[in-house]
């Protein structure tokens, strides 16, 4: 979470932009469809997942301040229900992501660098009607060198590996957290990639996990993955950029599970009540 008016954050992060040469892909629509969020406001959105159980709704959830709920919005803007994780702390919550049958939120915000470890939640996604979830799973993990700022991660569908991706310094770094991961022992992740910028804030890899977006503030980075290829080699190429409509305080991106297209969502400011854009794949 980040607090800050958006023209100022074009500043802060110094993002390396792609390659010259290299040309975006023509894979989606340039301009969004804009949806109002039609009933409640979501106001601090960090992430979100589209739906696997239910079919037509993205899972959402808001960042540090609070309460650990998941809310399920309609992708016509209903909010329709919340759900109540029994006995998670919601310290700062900044991205989601759904991967096989389970949900995974992500405990790892850390504006100040301050805490020495951080942590995964994840249980089977819950069905519509659905008002509180106690029976989950805790993933703690360090970092080998030291606290990070992160607002990102990836499962890879295939092999179940978790990819943390940092938010600060002169370059984003992606660490990993192997398969099995221990809900018992202190995980330690594992530093496999830089990516060539910096601000990342979210992150989403296609259902068929043959495309990979990476969000910040500013900027779309595509990035395509092989079959063989590991999250982390995927992400050390050279990416390409993809039409963004910059949002107010845009923190959360998922594909649709159709594969149709991806959905941003931002937060609300300065009484800018947010919006759910959608970018169709041409």
């Not at 702390?89 to 100040?112: C, H, K, T, V």
């Not at 819950?126 to 080998?144: L, Q, V």
């Amino acid at each position: 979470m980040m607090k800050i008016l958006p023209y100022i954050v074009l500043f802060i992060f110094c993002q390396k932009s792609p390659d010259p040469g290299m040309l975006p892909p023509n894979g989606f629509e340039k301009t969004p469809q804009v949806i109002s969020i039609k009933k409640g406001i979501i106001p601090e959105a960090s992430g979100i997942a589209d739906s696997k159980r239910n079919a037509g709704y993205l899972w959402v959830q808001q960042d540090s301040g609070n309460p650990p709920y998941v809310y399920l919005l309609k992708h016509d803007g209903t909010i329709t229900d919340s759900v109540f994780i029994e006995g998670a702390d919601n310290r700062d919550w900044e991205d989601m992501a759904l991967a096989g049958s389970q949900l995974y939120i992500a405990d790892i915000g850390d504006n100040n660098a301050a805490h020495s470890q951080c942590t995964f939640y994840y249980f089977t996604e819950p069905a519509r009607g659905t008002h509180k979830i106690a029976d989950f799973k805790t993933i703690h993990f360090k970092y080998p060198d030291g606290a990070h700022d992160a607002e990102a991660f990836l499962v890879d569908p295939g092999t179940k590996d978790i990819y943390i991706i940092t938010k600060r310094g002169e370059k984003s770094k992606v660490y990993k957290l192997v398969y099995p991961q221990s809900t018992t022992a202190l995980n330690e992740a594992v530093f496999v990639a830089n990516l060539a910028f910096n601000g990342v804030v979210s992150a989403a890899i296609s259902p068929d996990a043959k495309e990979i977006i990476v969000k910040t503030y500013t900027h779309l980075y595509y990035y395509t993955k092989e079959a063989s290829q590991s999250i982390a080699a995927a992400l050390e190429k050279q990416p390409s950029t993809l039409d963004y409509q910059v949002e107010m305080q845009g923190e959360a991106i998922s594909f649709r599970l159709d594969n149709k297209g991806f959905y941003t969502l931002s937060e609300k400011n300065f009484n800018v009540i947010p919006s759910l854009h959608y970018y169709k794949r041409k």
